[in-house]
């Protein structure tokens, strides 16, 4: 199983993946990207793919298995990539790719709990061996805490009503479902079919939350600039202003070391977010080691 990864022909084109090259993708999911960057290989060269997700890495490890590439697969959080390549004696890489955010595989399997339009329990662990669930979030954090996620995660503007409101209902009874969730949120919105749905920015924010997604990112970027051979290259794709925000200042922070390919952030063909709706707000930014 293969989802359509998101900005393919803008990933291959930037990365400028060559035959003899080493090239880490930092959130390998299904493989997606890894499996058309190891065409470009020729059956050369070598792809590195890391996941916090093991269910997911599964699924990758059989799609890679077909491309006549070599590869090696790590769960791992990509804050740890370091370590990865290390135990593997990595020492230099000539591409790094970031693809951000839940994957499609895990907002289609209800039983994980980012979609708001499937039943399912309130999970949204990447990392299943993770303790903190949103459900966990939900019933313990306190309505200042929680009003303070909507609204730095979620950039929530109804995040302090939201949040009285979840902390009423627990106490009649426990928010169980992403269902259950998605319609108490709607309850402080006018919700007409066709816009946003409502629960959108909360689900970002409790997910965000769960993952410590950009604290992760943060040290991710920095984590991996060393082991960048000169004129490698590496594509971020960021999903929401937050995770953009903290790129830019990235790069904006190491310009010494980095050329900036993509001063303004490449953004999907009008034809792809047709397609696939989910890459509508995707952002694309490229730098090259100097």
Known sequence: ??????????????????????????????????????????????????????????????????????????????????????????????????DLGVSSYQLDLPKRGFSFGKEGPLDMR?????????????A????????????????????????????EYRTRKPIKSTLELA????????????????????FQALRICVNQELQELEKSLSCILPFLSEKARMVIISFHSLEDRIVKQFIKANLASLTEITPKPATPTQEEQKLNPRSRSARLRCVQKK
Do not use: W
């Open 1 to 98: 199983m293969v989802h359509q990864p998101v900005m393919l022909n803008e990933v291959l084109e930037y990365l400028e993946p060559h035959p003899m090259g080493t090239y880490l993708d930092m959130t390998v999911g299904a493989a997606g990207h890894s499996m058309a960057i190891a065409k470009k290989l020729q059956g050369q060269g070598k792809i590195l793919g890391i996941d916090k997700d093991k269910e997911i890495l599964a699924i990758a490890e059989a799609n890679l298995s077909s491309c006549g590439t070599p590869y090696q697969l790590a769960h791992s959080p990509f804050s740890e990539a370091s370590h990865v390549l290390e135990k593997l004696g990595i020492k230099a890489l000539d591409g790094v790719l970031f």
């Open 126 to 138: 990447m990392n299943l061996n993770s303790p903190l669930t949103a459900a966990d979030v939900l």
């Open 140 to 167: 313990t954090y306190s309505e200042k805490q929680l009003s303070q996620i909507f609204y730095e995660y979620g950039e929530e503007p109804q995040g302090r009503k939201i949040a009285r409101k979840i902390v």
């Open 183 to 202: 319609a108490l949120v709607s309850q402080c919105y006018d919700y007409q079919r066709g816009r946003t749905h409502p629960a959108t920015k909360v």
